[in-house]
């Protein structure tokens, strides 16, 4: 079946201007009219707007960075200002009602990279597990060439999860900032229609005022929400990866005991090693 839907711009562009609201249904007819199908925004921008799983957060946040620009040309109109103001200070509240703060593409390409270098950590660990299986320490060329793979996997994993802990934290001020904004005082507006505009300003008609204001601020606050909600699965997701991360750490480290434990000299550097750690904590 053949069928009509919107083009990426066309729907971003009638979302922001308030002609459609995310929050209720699309409706997709074939090309014929014979048929149609109901869908959600999310599930239309997946199926039919080239937008993966995988970039559906670069695509939200492109989408507020283009409708931060609108909601600044609506608000340089003073009939709009002016009553936004009003709202403002029914909740008394003056702070900023946009939330301008954009997460880049790169580092959502970054947060997916991420994501996707536990499946090569988990195939490494793996392969070190079957060698560590194998091994019968009787040939110490090999013996070493599997301890220096097992450092070289370990330095892996530290060095993934510092960038694990950058990204959390970078994911938990954004979620911060954006949990500071009033989405309350959105709320209310987007149950302001814009008679109540016209009427507050004592004007029977300003065309540069939206029909449908009250789907700009309610698409608004609904993408803000969609943006959040992206952020608690990332933040889900990575919290997971790096236990899975920080549990190959721990069973290398022993299985690389395991390995050297007839070696003598290495056991007693280990022990002096716990000693000298357990005496740095102790001063600290």
Same mark, same amino acid.
């Given at each position: 079946?053949? /069928?009509?839907?919107?083009?990426? *711009?066309?729907?971003?562009? !009638? ?17 014929? @009219?014979?048929? =149609? ?16 799983? %995988? ?17 600044? @040309? ?26 301008? /703060?954009?997460?880049?593409? %790169? ?34 060329? %090999? %013996? ?25 934290? !970078? ?39 939206? /029909? ?36 190959? !750490?721990?069973?290398?480290? =022993?299985?690389?005991?395991?390995? *050297? ?10 022990? !002096? ?12």
């Amino acid at each position: 079946m053949s /069928e009509e839907f919107l083009d990426l *711009k066309i729907l971003v562009k !009638e979302m922001i201007e308030g002609k459609i609201q995310i929050n209720k249904s699309l409706i997709i007819t074939s090309t014929d @009219r014979t048929k =149609s199908e109901e869908l959600s925004f999310l599930s239309h921008v997946l199926k039919y707007n080239n937008v993966k799983k %995988e970039t559906m957060f670069v695509f939200l946040n492109e989408v507020l960075d283009v409708f931060n620009k609108q909601m600044g @040309r609506l608000m340089g109109n003073s009939n709009i200002q002016k009553y936004i103001d009003n709202v403002k200070n029914d909740w008394d509240d003056l702070s900023d009602i946009l939330f301008k /703060e954009i997460f880049s593409e %790169e580092q959502v390409k970054l947060m997916e990279s991420l994501i996707e270098n536990i499946n090569e950590l988990c195939r490494r660990f793996k392969e070190i597990n079957t060698s560590v299986e194998s091994n019968n320490v009787t040939d110490i060329v %090999e %013996e070493d060439d599997l301890v220096d793979r097992m450092d070289t996997f370990v330095k892996s994993l530290e060095e993934f999860n510092q960038n694990i802990e950058e990204m959390i934290s !970078e994911l938990n001020r954004f979620e911060g900032n954006l949990n500071k904004l009033n989405t309350c005082l959105l709320l209310d507006l987007s149950m302001k229609n814009k008679e109540l505009y016209l009427e507050f300003n004592d004007i029977s008609e300003d065309k540069n005022i939206p /029909e449908n204001i009250q789907n700009v601020f309610l698409n608004y606050l609904l993408i803000l929400n969609l943006i959040k909600k992206q952020i608690i699965y990332y933040k889900k997701t990575i919290k997971k990866v790096s236990e899975i991360a920080g549990n190959m !750490e721990k069973h290398t480290a =022993s299985r690389k005991i395991t390995v *050297k434990s007839h070696d003598k000299l290495y056991m007693i550097q280990e022990q !002096e090693k716990g000693i000298e750690s357990y005496l740095n904590n102790l001063i600290d």
